[in-house]
């Protein structure tokens, strides 16, 4: 599995800031009130951010050679692919909470002033979450194989 390239990241980012106005712009047009992201969501952010690292610290552990204990395969996959969905809807979430904010900055009448704190209460804890995403996806990835070295080793014998 290759890592998250920043062209992708990028995208999916942009994805959510036109997600995030729009939507918001989209429901207030219609006479609604304006979505806004409840402190629960910026704590399950984090949250999660925390436990993707923890669960790939053995995977470094074990790529490094410090580990005592066998490494399942299947579980450090298992790390790779969260730590990759974490990455990317990280990166989305994070729009949406810009295009959140955007969007109550830019309207002629301020709304309270939680309601942007929110919005970027939420664009932090998904950065963090997108930040854990890439460094999980670090810690899965295996070393360059030294292809040279055996070649020489083999030469040799």
Do not use: N, Q
């Amino acid at each position: 599995m290759k890592r998250t390239p920043a062209s992708t990241l990028i995208a999916f980012t942009l994805s959510g800031l036109v997600i995030g106005y729009l939507g918001e712009l989209s429901i207030v047009t219609a006479g609604s009130k304006a979505l806004v992201p409840p402190i629960s969501l910026p704590v399950t952010l984090v949250g999660v951010a925390v436990i993707v690292i923890a669960l790939a610290w053995p995977i470094r552990r074990a790529v490094k050679g410090k580990a005592t204990k066998h490494l399942d395969p299947f579980r450090a996959m298992r790390t790779a692919v969260l730590a990759k969905a974490c990455s990317l809807s990280g990166a989305l979430v994070f729009g949406i909470g810009i295009g959140i904010a955007l969007f109550v900055l830019t309207r002629s009448v301020l709304p309270a002033g939680e309601t942007v704190w929110l919005a970027i209460a939420t664009a932090v804890g998904a950065a963090l979450l997108l930040a854990a995403g890439l460094i999980a996806e670090h810690f899965c990835t295996l070393p360059p194989d030294d292809t040279d070295l055996e070649k020489e080793e083999h030469a040799h014998a």
